[in-house]
Structures are given as C-alpha cells and as structure tokens.
Antibody, heavy 119, light 106 residues
Framework: QVQLQQWGAGLLKPSETLSLTCAVY????????WTWIRQPPGKGLEWIGD???????NYNPSLKSRVTISADTSENQFSLKLTSVTAADTAVYYC?????????????WGQGTPVTVSS | SSELTQDPAVSVALGQTVRITCQGD??????ASWYQQKPGQVPLLVMF???NRPSGIPDRFSGSSSGDTASLTITGAQAEDEADYYC?????????FGGGTKLTVL
C-alpha cells in the first residue's frame, strides 16, 4: 500500500523560506515523478514541480526562480523549498506520485500541509 | 505557457448524464487526467489516459479525448459526485491544471 506522508512548518513570515518534506512508504522511488502541488484558499490546483529518482527536476516557470525540489532516495523522501515567500504563497501544499509520460497521472497524494504566510 | 480551460460550473439532475470538458493545446499531444475534490479533502484521481479508471472508481465515470479537448462523462450522476473536478496534463517539461469545474447534482 503506497502512502505519502508530508510535514513542514505551517506558519511563515514574509521573506522566509518554506520547507516541506514528503516520505514515501510502500513503493520504490524509481520510475515515478515525485510532485508538489499547491492550492490557495478557495482556488484551484497549481503544479509546482517534480523530481525523479535520479534528481532530475521540472518546475513551474512562474515559480522556477524560487523553487528547489530534491530527492533523498536513501530515505525515500523528497522535499520542497520555496524562498522569499509572500502572502500569495499561502496555500495547502500537497505531495503526490506521478507516473506515465503521455498519460501522466497523480495517483497517490499526501494529506496536505496548510501553509500560511503572515507577518 | 499553455493553459487548460474548464467551465467554472456545471449542474446535472440526479441520475442524468453530464460531460465536463477541458480544452488546451497540450491535449493534442498529451492525455488528460481528471481529479475529483470534495470540500476539505485531498484530490482523487478518477480518470487518466485513454479512458482508464483507477481501481475503485465507479464505471459511471468515463473519459474521452478529441483534438484539443478532453472530456469526463458521468453517466447517471449520483449525489456523491457533487465536487470540484480538475483536469491536468503535461505541457512539454511542465504540467498544468485546468481551473476546475464545480459540479452540482440537483
């Protein structure tokens, strides 16, 4: 049974760095795209980026200058760092497993971490 | 970058059929996947690829694609299908979500 469990700080001040980690249980790290998605309050889903087992990453162009996603295959974990946060980064952040290329799907999701940016 | 366009809201009478659409250039190359999200819950994958339903998703859900448009059809909508539905696809090395469709079951 695949499970994704995520954690990280939920309250940040403007200009701080958001840091979240997602642990993967019940599945190898290989052959998947380990993904971060966020959802601002009352709004839709936004893809942040992903990383594969070899550390290759893809990022949302609108966030690329502030985002780093990394993988620790020895721990079966992957992480998100988002620098210089503002109130606009307030959202629920999800980690997810992506698979497939032409028919990509996000088939397992973490429980979500609410993050609030406020002074 | 590309966009995926969805109708913001759709309604359907209980037991009737509803189609939710998603339009975008990326869908000419990549398949869409569809996610159901109920208030306060984590999104749930309900459809992907060429009409593939994950295990546990009722067969009243079906998917199709033509040109730049992907569709999610619910045949015989149930009260529990009321939710937000999001489409998603690759866009070269990126990935995009549609803005979401709020489905109301009357």
């Amino acid at each position: 049974q695949v499970q994704l469990q995520q954690w990280g700080a939920g309250l940040l001040k403007p200009s701080e760095t958001l840091s979240l980690t997602c642990a993967v249980y019940g599945e190898s790290f290989r052959n998947y795209y380990w993904t971060w998605i966020r959802q601002p309050p009352g709004k839709g889903l936004e893809w942040i980026g992903d990383v594969n087992h070899s550390g290759s990453t893809n990022y949302n162009p609108s966030l690329k200058s502030r985002v780093t996603i990394s993988a620790d295959t020895s721990e079966n974990q992957f992480s998100l760092k988002l620098t210089s946060v503002t109130a606009a980064d307030t959202a629920v952040y999800y980690c997810a497993r992506g698979r497939g290329w032409l028919e990509l799907r996000l088939d397992y999701w973490g429980q979500g971490t609410p993050v609030t940016v406020s002074s | 970058s590309s966009e995926l366009t969805q109708d913001p809201a759709v309604s359907v009478a209980l037991g009737q059929t509803v189609r939710i659409t998603c339009q975008g250039d990326s869908l000419r190359t990549y398949y869409a996947s569809w996610y159901q999200q109920k208030p306060g819950q984590v999104p749930l994958l309900v459809m992907f690829g060429n009409n593939n339903r994950p295990s546990g998703i009722p067969d009243r859900f079906s998917g199709s694609s033509s040109g730049d448009t992907a569709s999610l059809t619910i045949t015989g909508a149930q009260a529990e299908d009321e939710a937000d539905y999001y489409c998603n696809s690759r866009d070269s090395t990126s990935n995009i979500f549609g803005g979401g469709t709020k489905l109301t079951v009357l």
